[in-house]
């Protein structure tokens, strides 16, 4: 959102609580191609929320993941979520130039919980109506403080951020890049992470709203640790499918089900804020990623909750890649988890 340099492929860097993920994708007239994909996990307390507690550990494994991938890597584009971030989207009058930002800084100044002299602003006009003549404007802030810090810690890993996004934004690309939005259908877009929920909301084909959630897969996975008695890297192999063997699967999935309560209740009550501020009657469809899409038994108990129609997101649908090269990793078995990597990767090539 806030753009800072030029390239052909575009690196997408997504740092979460639980891991890290990359994908760099060639820009052609034909579309997307994959040419480097990795994911690192982390050290279970390292990121909490949007918190970054163990920096050396971050700047090792983001650093691990480049020589992994391509270590010539130096430009990505990255995302800020979390309380330092707001969207939001408004109506005004149409203006242009100064006049339009001079209007969208009051229109924020109503709206961030922080001071708008602290705060770094992106917009974009995504509806302009000669009619009524007004314009539909969403709205990026982000806290200096908060900014500055997370860039130097990216500068630190030797890499240069060229665009800041934000995960809610980064989801919506990647779907509008791989699927054709279904104007007749009010669709929620679902990113279920460790510690942070996000949700994106498309009426009558538009973005129209985002919201996140204070919950994810977290309470999953310390309920497994502790249940099974499991190390951080027998704990992720449990929730991959890869210990079957070794654990009570009845025991599993009840694990699995009493400790993803307070994401559902947090998703249910986002939905229904979502329905009465925005005046719809009901949600259509929903469209599930983030690591929480691939935890065994989670979408099924999601669905049966909320009542609702889904699927989970494929965000290489519509994008070019050898299976062979990435073989060890095969993305399309974990490409719900990549697609906030692959909608900051989606930016234009500036
Ligand atoms: N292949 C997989 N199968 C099952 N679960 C997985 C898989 N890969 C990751 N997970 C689980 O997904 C969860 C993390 O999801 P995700 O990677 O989307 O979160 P994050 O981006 O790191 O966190 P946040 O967005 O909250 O900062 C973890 O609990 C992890 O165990
Ligand atoms: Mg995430």
């Given at each position: 959102m806030f753009p800072?340099?030029?390239?052909?492929?575009?690196?997408?860097?997504?740092?979460?609580?639980?891991?890290?993920?990359?994908?760099?994708?060639?820009?052609?007239?034909?579309?997307?191609?994959?040419?480097?994909?990795?994911?690192?996990?982390?050290?279970?307390?390292?990121?909490?929320?949007?918190?970054?507690?163990?920096?050396?550990?971050?700047?090792?494994?983001?650093?691990?993941?480049?020589?992994?991938?391509?270590?010539?890597?130096?430009?990505?584009?990255?995302?800020i979520s979390?309380?330092?971030v707001i969207t939001d989207k408004f109506t005004i009058d149409k203006k242009n130039g100064p006049e339009a930002e001079q209007a969208i800084l009051f229109e924020t100044e109503q709206r961030a919980p922080f001071d708008v002299d602290?705060v770094s602003l992106d917009y974009h006009v995504i509806k302009s109506d000669d009619e009524t003549n007004k314009m539909d404007v969403l709205l990026v802030a982000a806290r200096?403080?908060?900014l500055?810090?997370?860039?130097?810690?990216?500068?630190?890993?030797?890499?240069?951020?060229?665009v800041v996004d934000n995960d809610s934004m980064a989801i919506l690309n990647?779907?509008e890049?791989?699927?054709?939005v279904?104007p007749?259908?009010?669709?929620?877009?679902?990113?279920?992470?460790?510690?942070?929920?996000?949700i994106t909301y498309i009426v009558d084909g538009l973005y129209s709203a985002t919201r996140d959630?204070?919950?994810?897969?977290?309470?999953?996975?310390?309920?497994?640790?502790?249940?099974?008695?499991?190390?951080?890297?027998?704990?992720?192999?449990?929730?991959?499918?890869?210990?079957?063997?070794?654990?009570?699967?009845?025991?599993?999935?009840?694990?699995?089900?009493?400790?993803?309560?307070?994401?559902?209740?947090?998703?249910?009550?986002?939905?229904?804020?979502f329905?009465?501020q925005s005046k719809?009657?009901?949600?259509?469809?929903?469209?599930?990623?983030?690591?929480?899409?691939?935890?065994?038994?989670?979408?099924?108990?999601?669905?049966?909750?909320?009542?609702?129609?889904?699927?989970?997101?494929?965000?290489?649908?519509?994008?070019?890649?050898?299976?062979?090269?990435?073989?060890?990793?095969?993305?399309?078995?974990?490409?719900?988890?990549?697609?906030?990597?692959?909608?900051?990767?989606?930016r234009k090539?500036?």
């Amino acid at each position: 959102m806030f753009p800072l340099g030029k390239s052909k492929s575009t690196v997408g860097l997504d740092i979460g609580a639980s891991s890290v993920k990359l994908v760099k994708l060639d820009h052609s007239k034909n579309g997307y191609s994959v040419s480097a994909i990795g994911v690192r996990e982390l050290p279970p307390e390292a990121i909490v929320a949007d918190e970054i507690n163990d920096r050396e550990a971050v700047i090792f494994n983001i650093q691990s993941l480049i020589d992994q991938t391509d270590p010539k890597i130096r430009d990505v584009v990255v995302s800020i979520s979390g309380h330092s971030v707001i969207t939001d989207k408004f109506t005004i009058d149409k203006k242009n130039g100064p006049e339009a930002e001079q209007a969208i800084l009051f229109e924020t100044e109503q709206r961030a919980p922080f001071d708008v002299d602290d705060v770094s602003l992106d917009y974009h006009v995504i509806k302009s109506d000669d009619e009524t003549n007004k314009m539909d404007v969403l709205l990026v802030a982000a806290r200096k403080e908060y900014l500055r810090t997370y860039l130097d810690l990216i500068e630190d890993c030797g890499l240069r951020p060229v665009v800041v996004d934000n995960d809610s934004m980064a989801i919506l690309n990647a779907y509008e890049g791989n699927y054709d939005v279904d104007p007749s259908r009010v669709t929620a877009l679902v990113n279920i992470g460790h510690d942070v929920t996000n949700i994106t909301y498309i009426v009558d084909g538009l973005y129209s709203a985002t919201r996140d959630v204070s919950a994810g897969t977290r309470e999953i996975y310390n309920a497994i640790q502790k249940e099974f008695r499991l190390n951080p890297e027998l704990t992720s192999k449990a929730l991959k499918g890869e210990m079957n063997d070794s654990i009570d699967p009845d025991m599993f999935k009840a694990t699995i089900i009493s400790a993803s309560d307070e994401l559902v209740s947090g998703v249910e009550l986002a939905f229904s804020y979502f329905k009465s501020q925005s005046k719809i009657e009901s949600l259509d469809w929903l469209v599930l990623s983030g690591g929480g899409a691939l935890i065994p038994f989670l979408p099924e108990y999601l669905q049966s909750k909320l009542n609702i129609p889904l699927e989970l997101a494929n965000p290489l649908r519509n994008v070019d890649y050898d299976p062979e090269l990435f073989q060890y990793l095969q993305p399309e078995k974990i490409a719900p988890l990549l697609t906030v990597a692959v909608g900051l990767a989606m930016r234009k090539a500036r």
